[in-house]
């Protein structure tokens, strides 16, 4: 059984912890983020530690107070040191560019694809073959990596395709002739 939801969550000096009815904001040196969280789990900030705590062991409220716990901690972190992930692009030819809001991805369609960049997100492509998306959200970091990613995920016989940095992709064996 996880005690995750037991763990305090430690908040640093410069961020600030706020809870107004199910609303609960952070704010810190990298910008404020703003989560509903449940009433049925207690919330208890006290200086620089919050700390959650369940009324019964149904497990609907055991899921959500590990859930609530590591949202929070999420949150901390991110308007502290924020979150980044990197996507690399393997293939002859697969190119990436940022133009202005967008991405424009060449990775083997007849036409490029065009994203478009959220707003709370800051993309850089230092190469050709490198993306670098970072933020203060953990959801919308990995959401839109995501997003990336699937325009063309690797596929299995030669590992050509859009992968995580580090992304170990098992290549399989193909057809042999006779």
Known sequence: ??????????????????RDGDQVTVKGPKGSLTRTFSNIISM??????VDFDRPDDNNKTRALHGTQRANLNNMVEGVVSGFAKTLKL?????????KGKTLVLS??????????IPETLD?????N????????SKQEVGDFAAEVRAVRSPEPYKGKGIRYENEYVRIREGKTGK
């Open 90 to 98: 393997v293939g002859v030819g697969y190119r990436v560019q940022a």
């Open 1 to 18: 059984m996880s005690r995750i939801g037991y763990k305090t969550v430690n908040v640093p000096a410069g961020v600030e912890v706020k």
């Open 107 to 116: 990775v083997g369609y007849s036409n490029p694809v065009e994203m478009a």
């Open 44 to 49: 208890k900030i006290s200086d620089g530690a």
């Open 123 to 127: 993309v850089k492509v230092p190469d």
């Open 129 to 136: 073959t490198t993306i670098n998306i970072s933020g203060i």
